[in-house]
């Protein structure tokens, strides 16, 4: 049992805030202290740690979730700003699997910046009798760091299993589907980085730069698990809970080598990578087992479920994607945090059916996935929120000097081990170019 919260006091206020949150954090704090979750330059910043639980084992979710009925229960909050992420906030991120090594944690910043909309408000928390920080709340946006654009040197080094033998798992895997064992699993691996001098490696830069690239996704740090997700498991807000799945995925890049291709006289372009995507049989397969898996977690908790009968195209910087967005009227009360236990681990990071593959996961991948592919996000005092799940995304290492970047693609049938390295090379760009490790582009 995780000892007993201590009592909050939490207050929001509105404040002006224009530029970018990122440069309001400042550069001494422990990197595992920083929590984010952005998207399009609105979102939330903090640091510090007013309370925080670490939990373990097939348990964490439940045992996060009564730690925070209990906070929130007994803090005291003065909020004027009343919207989605002001109050009391806690920012969480789990481990994929129940037999990690690595805590799960749920943890309530010191020091919140929020943006949405045009409306802005910071959040000061302090645990029992602590005094309020002196000054208005104001006056820490005044400041910015100097050293934001800065990157740490990094270098990388190989992962738990080389890329050169990463087809030779993906052909086990697919001759293990062959045996009818599993229809659907999804196999990940990861790629070692550390600071080049040994020292602690900061996380706002990174963040900065993912946020830049990759606005479109949800730029997130909690704990020092650091990304840019491009995949809602839930969102909940005001009664309405919305998932956005994702699975099936073609490398952008495969476009430039369509152009010399003339459209057909339907107007479509054959080569197309986004329209290769759509009709590919095996990335259709692949993202109708991950849509099925959410839509039957999120149905005992909601009614009118809406899941779309074909996916559309999400368009990132480096892939395109294959997307649903599923949407329903929450009925059973639960949790943000609740949902995403529930939705967790979705076959668009597991596979079907969820035990054999997650079986075939633990035996194959020869890494423990940390809390990568787990949910990450936070839950406000109400319990709504927003839960992603972590992809292109890295987990630094207790010490702070290292961290491991990750990377994984869904296995089907008729999947090309090939190809599927490619894909899994084509996913750590994310992380890749945010820690400096590419040539810039231009
Ligand atoms: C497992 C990952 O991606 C998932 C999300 C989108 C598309 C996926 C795919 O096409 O395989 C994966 O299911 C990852 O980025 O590490």
Request: glycine share 10%.
């Amino acid at each position: 049992m995780p000892p007993p919260p201590p009592h909050l006091r939490a207050r929001s206020v509105a404040v002006d805030v224009t530029g970018d949150l990122l440069t309001r954090v400042p550069d001494e704090v422990d990197p595992r202290e920083v929590v984010a979750w952005l998207r399009e330059g609105d979102g939330m910043v903090g640091w510090g740690r007013a309370a925080v639980v670490r939990t373990a084992g097939v348990g964490r979710f439940e045992a996060a979730e009564a730690w925070w009925d209990q906070v929130r229960a007994d803090a005291q909050v003065e909020d004027e700003v009343r919207l989605p992420g002001s109050g009391l906030v806690a920012f969480g991120s789990f481990a994929f699997s129940p037999r990690s090594g690595d805590e799960s944690v749920l943890t309530v910043p010191r020091t919140l910046i929020g943006r949405r909309d045009g409306l802005a408000w910071v959040t000061q928390v302090v645990a029992g009798d602590e005094p309020w920080p002196a000054g208005h709340p104001a006056e820490m946006l005044a400041r910015s760091n100097p050293h934001l654009g800065r990157l740490d040197p990094l270098v990388e080094l190989p992962g738990t299993v080389p890329a050169t033998d990463w087809p030779r798992v993906v052909a086990r895997a697919v001759r293990r589907i062959g045996t009818g064992a599993v229809e659907k699993v999804v196999l990940a691996r990861d790629v070692a980085v550390r600071h080049r001098d040994g020292d602690v490696v900061r996380v706002a830069p990174v963040l900065e730069r993912l946020q830049a690239r990759y606005g479109a996704t949800w730029t997130f740090a909690v704990d020092g698990l650091v990304g840019a997700t491009p995949e809602m498991l839930v969102r909940l807000q005001g009664g309405r809970a919305r998932s956005r799945v994702l699975a099936g995925t073609i490398r952008r890049a495969e476009a430039a080598a369509a152009s010399p291709v003339p459209p057909t006289p339907a107007g479509d372009h054959p080569t197309d990578p986004r329209l290769r995507l759509v009709r590919s049989v095996k990335d259709l397969d692949e993202h109708a087992y991950a849509v099925r898996s959410v839509a039957e977690a999120l149905r005992p908790h909601c009614t009118d479920l809406q899941v779309p009968e074909d996916p559309y195209v999400l368009e990132l910087p480096d892939v395109y994607h294959l997307a649903s967005d599923l949407t329903g009227r929450m009925v059973s009360g639960a949790t943000s945090l609740r949902l995403a236990a529930a939705l967790h681990p979705s076959a668009a990071v597991c596979g079907t059916p969820t035990p054999a593959a997650a079986a075939v996961i633990e035996e194959l991948e020869g890494m423990d996935r940390g809390r990568y592919a787990g949910p990450v996000g936070w839950v406000d005092g109400s319990g709504d929120g927003d839960w992603g799940i972590a992809l292109r995304c890295g987990e630094l290492a207790p010490d702070r000097r290292s961290l491991r970047i990750f990377a994984g693609g869904g296995i089907v049938a008729a999947s090309d081990p090939r190809a599927e390295l490619a894909e899994t090379e084509v996913k750590l760009t994310a992380m890749r170019h945010a820690l400096g490790l590419l040539p810039e582009q231009r």
